[in-house]
């Protein structure tokens, strides 16, 4: 019993492509529309044969669907859930894939009231965008977080859970607002930093560009990775979870200053003690498989 | 015509350990000899047959060699370079791998005066530690910068530049204060940025510990493999280059607050600015080798 038999992806991007083809590896009789806003999108769709079939409008892409999974940037969901709510069938369960949740539900409960929307967001991503970046296992041992609205069906819940577990995630449940302040701290920030500093480094004056670029082994590359991705996504990202964004990197502000404070007055216990306890987060994460033990993220070592 | 035939590495550990296998691997008839200050270690090192001979003193370690390499924490050098004066041959030469370069040439020319010093810094590490956590090509297609001290003998900066061709390293020459500037924006501001984010998802109250581990493939484990860096290495590096770091940090938190600010405002088209042009310099580091094009750094896709 597969939990939707037709499936619609609106937004064809690395996530959107990811979703089409882990359900084509996973349940392979489920029927995939899919539709872009990009029309040269929509032929890479088709040219890839991603979908059973590429609609040329919003509305024809749904009225068939009882998935309908927005894989929009957030900043988009809105006019994306406006453009098929008229098509939308009654009984379709609406979702998506954004990365901050509090405002998805909002806007996704303006465009399109009395539908049944049940948010989602799996944590899992590169730093490629479009259809041709997308693979089949991207969601694979990665946590998919559903975060259902206030009073939604539990059956209709239970459904998008299933749905995610098929294609290979952990699946947890959440509530919007607490999802946005755990992503805010651990995926939020981190790429705000990450775009921070790799804009710093190109800013230099008496270190060249080509410098930054040529010594990036010594740990700058690591941001540059996710400072590489999606500009679009990403500014919606900041934009939509202000608040708890703002939040976070008041904190990280202050424990920067407590650093910058030792290394002025020659601390170095202070600054020992702090390492020492990072090292154990790592171990943690690597213990609970979220991340690649091999040394340096086994890059190749020929 | 090899640069040098008897080679002595103080200190074994990641860096010390894969110098050793690198010199096995790539000029087998030189003689390698190995010290350090740790008898566990010592015993390790043995038990692995990194060195034709482990001596259990400094001193001991360098009366035969042409070759002294100290790869001990920057902090360390000069007390390491103290332990060696007495017993090291006129012509031998020092070198080490230090990642601040200005405040090691002080100390060693302090420590060993009168001795030949060229100070180098093979920009290449993983997060691991220790003498079994070295491997033989972690210096291919890596810089070695060396730092000649004002004054130094050319043929002396040619054989130890030679050395680390040798050793897979593509090789530059640098002031040591130029040096130091560079990896304070390279390397040493990226470290402590990792380290203070880690230390800030650690000290959450209402997020828990487990739901940072859990969630962090969002971007926040990226920051981890850097913040698990050998602690000791590390305050000492932030010490010795303590006014460098401080003038970046100085820059970056200009620049971080300047995106705070357009996030308070809402400013969506200063942030998308900005994460384009982060992007561009990830694929600078790609098309010049410093990095994998692997989506995720290449992590198992199973």
Not at 139 to 166: D, Q, S
Not at 182 to 188: G, Y
Not at 203 to 231: C, H, L, N, W
């Amino acid at each position: 019993m597969l939990p939707f038999s037709r499936v619609t992806i609106i937004g064809i991007g690395l996530i959107g492509s990811s979703v089409a083809r882990a359900v084509r590896a996973t349940m392979p009789s489920v029927r995939l529309t899919g539709y872009d806003a990009d029309a040269g999108v929509r032929e890479t769709a088709d040219r890839l044969e991603l979908f059973d079939d590429v609609t040329d409008t919003p509305g024809a892409s749904v009225t068939d669907a009882d998935l309908v999974i927005l894989c929009v940037p957030v900043g988009a969901m809105g006019a994306a859930g406006a453009a098929i709510a008229d098509d939308l069938p009654a009984d379709a369960i609406v979702s998506d894939v954004g990365s901050c949740k509090a405002e998805v539900v909002r806007a996704l409960a303006e465009a399109l009231p009395g539908a049944i929307v049940i948010p989602a967001h799996p944590v899992a991503g590169t730093e490629n965008s479009g259809p041709e970046a997308g693979f089949a296992t991207l969601f694979k041992h990665r946590w998919c977080i559903v975060t259902p609205p206030e009073g939604a069906a539990p059956f209709a819940v239970e459904r998008v859970c299933e749905f995610w577990r098929r294609l290979g995630s952990d699946v947890e449940t959440m509530a919007p607002d607490h999802h946005d302040r755990v992503l805010a701290i651990t995926s939020h920030l981190p790429h705000l930093i990450a775009y921070t500093i790799v804009g710093t480094a190109s800013d230099m004056e008496e270190v060249t560009q080509s410098e930054v670029i040529k010594y990036s082994a010594g740990g700058f590359r690591d941001f540059t990775r996710i400072a590489a991705s999606d500009p679009t996504m990403w500014r919606d990202v900041f934009l939509s979870n202000r608040e708890a964004v703002l939040d976070m990197l008041q904190r990280f502000s202050e424990d920067l200053s407590a650093l910058q404070r030792a290394i002025r007055w020659g601390k170095g216990d202070e600054l020992f003690d702090l390492f020492t306890r990072t090292r154990a987060v790592r171990r943690s994460i690597i213990d609970q498989g979220q991340d690649d033990p091999a040394p340096d993220f086994g890059r190749t070592r020929e």
